[in-house]
């Protein structure tokens, strides 16, 4: 069975594609199941697309605390 755990822990290559076909699916398919999952799956890829947009190999520490606290809201 596939849980959260093991989904959080994909989540981040994933957003970075660097999983494999059947991987990204079976991640997908617990998304599609699993609120929580989608949740935070939501706030890996805002946080790579402020990543991106801000051309910084890493999105500033507050920035990324004040996106975990409205996720918790
Ligand atoms: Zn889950």
Redesign the pocket.
């Known amino acids: 069975m596939y849980d959260?755990e093991n989904?959080v822990r994909r989540l981040d290559q994933l957003v970075d594609k660097e999983l494999s076909g059947p991987e990204v699916e079976e991640v997908h398919l617990?998304l599609g199941a699993?609120g929580?999952?989608t949740r935070r799956y939501r706030f890996q890829e805002g946080l790579k697309r402020l990543i991106r947009v801000s051309g910084s190999e890493r999105a500033p520490d507050a920035l990324r605390e004040r996106l975990r606290e409205q996720l918790k809201a």
């Open positions: 959260c989904c617990h699993c929580d999952c």
